[in-house]
């Protein structure tokens, strides 16, 4: 079965520090990972994703995330956060048993980045 | 381009009643999908399609119907509208994961919330 857990269900971070969101994933073989965003009463917005190559993955909004294979990992940085990256985060593993492009979401994170 | 749109936005209902959800994208995706988003429980899948004219059950399809007669629109129904179906429900859609380099991402619709009472 495939899986991803996000530990936290709520992040706080002062403005201009940096921020950590974090995934873990159960799949077997590999993994093709995502984060997503969403902000308050909006769809999810793609941030970026992992499907093989260099384990430091940049995205929009200056996010990027880095696979970690030993650890099963694949957590969300940004360097300076900024008030306006409060919103929803979710991690998402694509479901290889379909051959569909199915995700597996995780439960979310709450970011709030405060002032 | 709209991207992907959802009909309506918000909708009540009375346990017992039935509805269509009516999800339309003009990026010609091939694939469409139906998630419900409960608090704590991320988004879960509840059909998918792959293409005009198939639809297939996602992890959680019980009360559920759904139809693709046109490939830009994917339709989500209730026959007998629960309480349990209280969520906000999103329709995404993506290309196939075929070709040199595949795109895997969904795109997403703004939602509906329904509320069944």
């Known amino acids: 079965a495939q899986s991803v857990a996000q530990p936290e269900d709520q992040v706080n971070v002062a403005e201009g520090n940096p921020l950590t969101v974090k995934c873990t994933y159960s799949?077997?073989?590999?993994?093709?990972l995502f984060w997503y965003v969403q902000y308050p009463n909006r769809g999810l917005q793609f941030l970026l994703k992992?499907?093989?190559?260099?384990?430091l993955v940049k995205g929009s909004y200056g996010f990027e995330a880095e696979f970690n294979k030993s650890q099963t990992s694949f957590h969300l940085k940004k360097p300076s956060a900024l008030v306006s990256d409060s919103a929803l985060y979710f991690c998402a593993v694509r479901d290889r048993a379909t051959g569909a492009n199915n995700l597996f979401f995780g439960t979310g994170t709450r970011l709030t980045v405060i002032p | 381009n709209a991207g992907v749109t959802q009909t309506p936005k918000f909708r009540v209902l009375k346990t017992g009643q039935s509805m269509t959800l009516l999800c339309a994208q003009d990026?010609?995706?091939?694939?469409m999908y139906w998630y419900r988003q409960d608090p704590g429980m991320g988004l879960r899948l509840i059909h998918y399609?792959?293409?005009?004219?198939?639809?297939a059950k996602g992890e959680v399809p019980d009360g559920y119907n759904v139809s693709r007669l046109k490939k830009q629109n994917f339709l989500l129904g209730l026959e007998s509208a629960a309480p349990s179906q209280t969520s906000v429900y999103f329709c995404?859609?993506?290309?196939?994961?075929?070709?040199?380099?595949?795109?895997?991402?969904?795109?997403f619709g703004p939602g509906t919330r329904l509320t069944v009472t």
């Open positions: 995404a859609s993506s290309y196939p994961p075929t070709g040199v380099f595949p795109l895997y991402e969904q795109y």
């Open positions: 992992y499907i093989t190559g260099d384990n």
């Open positions: 990026m010609n995706h091939e694939y």
């Open positions: 399609s792959v293409g005009e004219g198939t639809t």
């Open positions: 799949v077997s073989g590999n993994p093709y």
